[in-house]
């Protein structure tokens, strides 16, 4: 098994979860900011970031939403800054890209298929709703793609590759390895590939350790050497999937983005106690944690 240090992802805020559901999500842009600040004090060496508009905390991909954002984390950390071109899956490419093609981060999101994206099942969950964007938001999920085209791919990664930066590869489901794959022989990115294999998503591929074995053969099989692996759980399952990943060498993400649990039924109270909790986990299997140094240079990143 790999003795290669584990990098830690904390996803802050992202645009899954809405105010409504969670106090402890991360809203404005001093909130965000904290959180991102935390998580890294914690022990994330990459924050991946999103940004919300401050009144209604809905997703917003505004330059303005992020330039306060991105200001104070850079002032107050060295963790490597990852922008979403994920955006929120209501939005266009066009806009889902601007914040990183603006700020030319070390890492933007990069999506590799379009698929369902089910938010709704939340909706059985979560009840109360204090703006009036939340429920519609979720209900529309029953009926809308999350779209990411090979030309909305292509066209991120040319945006965003002629900064320097370089990507969290996300893929939802085995068929989007082979997406990545395809746009590796033609020279559009370039290894190391930074995968980030998401598991428990309605309409992406289930969490069971089976999931996540046939995930990792598959990214061996096509990428050897080349890339690195790191996984995320949504919900629930984001711990045992971490775990999972921490067994076989892998690389881990948390945050509020993924799941608002810090243990069944009781809410994380920040971002920071999740990394905590992972690092431990991480600790515990013998295994250290990367610093955001180790970890530019784990991915190639441009520092
Ligand atoms: N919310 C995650 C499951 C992005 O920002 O590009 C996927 C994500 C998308 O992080
Ligand atoms: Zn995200």
């Not at 409504?20 to 998580?39: N, R």
């Not at 559009?188 to 074995?213: M, R, T």
Request: charged share 25%; proline share 6%; glycine share 10%.
């Amino acid at each position: 098994m790999s003795r290669d240090k584990v990098i830690i992802t904390c996803a802050v805020t992202g645009a899954i979860h809405t105010p409504s559901m969670s106090p402890h999500l991360p809203v404005t842009a001093e909130e965000i900011a904290d959180a991102a600040v935390g998580a890294a004090e914690a022990g994330a060496a990459i924050v991946h970031l999103h940004a919300r508009d401050p009144e209604t905390g809905r997703p917003d991909q505004s330059s303005e939403a992020f330039a306060p954002i991105l200001r104070s984390v850079k002032q107050r950390t060295d963790a490597v800054i990852n922008i979403t071109t994920g955006g929120a899956p209501t939005m266009q490419v066009e806009e889902r890209v601007i914040p990183a093609e603006r700020f030319a981060p070390e890492v933007a999101s990069l999506n590799m298929g379009s698929m369902n994206f089910g938010l709704y099942p939340m909706l059985g969950r979560f009840t109360e709703f204090r703006h009036d964007w939340e429920r519609p938001y979720l209900e529309g999920s029953h009926d809308r793609i999350f779209k990411n085209t090979f030309r909305d791919i292509e066209y991120i990664l040319t945006r965003c590759a002629k900064n320097g930066t370089r990507f969290e590869i996300e893929c939802y489901d085995i068929g989007h390895l082979y997406t990545l794959a395809h746009f590796a022989d033609r020279g559009v990115v370039k290894p190391p590939f930074f995968v980030q294999s998401v598991f428990g998503l309605l309409g992406g591929i289930g969490p069971h350790p089976e999931d996540v074995a046939h995930m990792k053969r598959t990214a061996d099989r096509l990428f050897g050497a080349e890339y690195r692996w790191s996984v995320l759980g949504a919900g629930r399952n984001q711990m045992p999937v971490a775990a999972m990943s921490v067994a076989m060498g892998g690389n881990v993400r948390v945050g509020l983005e993924d799941s608002l649990w810090g243990s069944p039924g009781r809410f994380a109270e920040s971002n920071a106690e999740q990394v905590r909790t992972v690092r431990a986990l991480i600790e515990g299997m013998g295994r250290d944690i990367a610093t955001p140094e180790e970890a530019r240079a784990m991915l190639a990143l441009k520092g």
